[in-house]
């Protein structure tokens, strides 16, 4: 399986996030959730950020099948709706940057040997 990750990093603007949330919910995640092969999406907020560390207010992770389906949903026009939404509500909340990571999750038979 291969999971595709965007961090946010950086903050939701003071006051804002409440409705960065449900935005969120209500407009980005059903967008990115239209992706063609996508098994998978969901979005986790953080609380808070330990001392020192970056601080990534939402993370958004993306699972398929393999490389090839993964390669099709970043062909689609889906991508083009869900980026234009993301970025519409970014805009208005978000101070930060988004890095993307992809994973690749191998899966190995346990031998009963």
Do not use: C
Not at 15 to 40: M, S, Y
Not at 70 to 93: G, I, K, M, Q
């Amino acid at each position: 399986m291969i999971t595709r990750y965007a961090l946010f990093e950086g903050k939701v603007k003071d006051g804002q996030t409440e409705a960065f949330r449900r935005d969120v919910i209500e407009t980005v995640l059903p967008k990115w959730k239209a992706f063609p092969g996508a098994l998978d999406v969901r979005v986790s907020f953080a609380e808070k950020r330990d001392d020192g560390a970056p601080e990534f207010p939402m993370i958004l992770a993306i699972n398929y099948r393999d490389m090839a389906a993964v390669n099709a949903a970043l062909a689609s026009p889906a991508r083009a709706e869900s980026r234009a939404a993301t970025e519409a509500v970014l805009s208005r909340y978000f101070e930060g940057r988004i890095h993307h990571h992809v994973t690749i999750a191998n899966e190995f038979p346990l031998s009963t040997d």
